[in-house]
């Protein structure tokens, strides 16, 4: 049954245990990220994750080396930091809004672009694999996309036999916090 569409929402569960769960669809670039690991025998899961590692842009200037910039993350078992930036959507030629709204006016529902940066140290891969699923998956989106991921979304990786419940735990917990900074930056624009 995995895979399946029901009602709009995306039949879940973990290949060979019977399991079923019904959570809400996640954005395309998570849902391929969430079909990669699927696809792949629980063996190969781990090496996914590394791979995943390996793919964390560097931080730019503004962060790089100023973790007081950025919010840590305890859950975490090693030190993680981030940070996100919302940003309007995009523009129209001559500076105008889409629409033809001037700069500077909001409406409800105006699109925000929202960028991720993550701090993760190499010689923590599971950490940084967590951290560029994020990445991959949120970065570069609009806020409600990124609001709207399930805080459960990291279960359907088929990674629970895998890594350890307190490593589940900090993926869930920078997703919550990316989604409160997220929240933050909407109020105060």
Known sequence: MTGERVTGERVTGERGTGE????ATLNPRLQEIVDDFRDVPDKDRLQLLLEFSQDLPALPERYAGHRDRMEPVPECQTPLFLAVEVEPGGKEPGGK??????PGDKQ??????VHLYFDAPAEAPTTRGFAAILHAGLDGLDA???LATPPEFSSQLGLADLVS???LRGMAAMLSRIKRQVIQHRAAT
């Not at 079923?20 to 959570?23: D, F, I, P, Q, S």
């Not at 809004?97 to 001037?102: D, L, M, N, R």
């Open 97 to 102: 809004e889409p629409g033809g709204k001037e």
């Open 165 to 167: 419940p307190l490593r």
């Open 144 to 146: 409600d996309e990124v």
């Open 108 to 113: 409800p529902g105006d699109k925000q672009t």
């Open 20 to 23: 079923r769960g019904t959570t």
